[in-house]
T-cell receptor
Framework: SQQGEEDPQALSIQEGENATMNCSYK?????LQWYRQNSGRGLVHLIL?????REKHSGRLRVTLDTSKKSSSLLITASRAADTASYFC????????????FGQGTELSVKP | GAGVSQTPSNKVTEKGKYVELRCDPI?????LYWYRQSLGQGPEFLIY????????DSGLPNDRFFAVRPEGSVSTLKIQRTERGDSAVYLC???????????FGPGTRLTVL
């Protein structure tokens, strides 16, 4: 079953603009992770934010987590054509090992 | 170092056949996960191993699906009597511990005709 819902399902922007993707989830979590996927194959881990953290940065990526609203957002600043991919949020809950529950993803298209 | 590898990269089989999908995790990673991804969807959890034992197999859709990890490293996902609905990309991931990022392999695309 899918825990997360991602919004928007698809996003098209121009190179240099910022892209914001949102993720909502249903149950209490241990951590939330964002992944990128190109061409429907292997996923690449982008960033992990733990339930006691509110914001995290990694290069051009900024992730926020609001556990009271059960939501997270991923901001990609100064986007590049190479950022074109599908982006997924995934949650890990306590007492369930590291099993991840993924959202349905946001398809990002960055036009040069 | 080497990442997670999966073989074969593509597998085409006929309905009713048996298939095995292999995953080689990153050396030293104790946790190994299998997910299945259908077109346009996010990956869905199937099973995870901590060492040699299946710690959680709640995502396996039915008893036609089985996975092993006999020596705590390589894992094999086995599907009996394949059905057309089994067609998907099967993804394997590994991690050091269970509270950390997972490293995914490139996946095996299974097509059941």
């Amino acid at each position: 079953s899918q825990q997360g819902e991602e919004d928007p399902q698809a996003l098209s922007i121009q190179e240099g603009e910022n892209a914001t993707m949102n993720c909502s989830y249903k149950t209490s979590i241990n951590n939330l992770q964002w992944y990128r996927q190109n061409s429907g194959r292997g996923l690449v881990h982008l960033i992990l934010i733990r339930s006691n953290e509110r914001e995290k940065h990694s290069g051009r990526l900024r992730v926020t987590l609001d556990t009271s609203k059960k939501s997270s957002s991923l901001l990609i600043t100064a986007s590049r054509a190479a950022d074109t991919a599908s982006y997924f949020c995934a949650t890990a809950t306590y007492n369930q090992g590291g099993k991840l529950i993924f959202g349905q993803g946001t398809e990002l298209s960055v036009k040069p | 170092g080497a990442g997670v590898s999966q073989t074969p990269s593509n597998k085409v089989t006929e309905k009713g056949k048996y298939v095995e999908l292999r995953c080689d995790p990153i050396s030293g990673h104790t946790a190994l996960y299998w997910y299945r991804q259908s077109l346009g969807q996010g990956p869905e959890f199937l099973i995870y191993f901590q060492g040699t034992g299946a710690a959680d197999d709640s995502g396996l859709p039915n008893d036609r699906f089985f996975a092993v990890r006999p020596e705590g490293s390589v894992s094999t996902l086995k599907i009996q009597r394949t059905e057309r609905g089994d067609s998907a990309v099967y993804l394997c991931a590994s991690s050091f511990g269970t509270s950390n990022e997972q490293f995914f392999g490139p996946g095996t695309r299974l097509t059941v005709l």
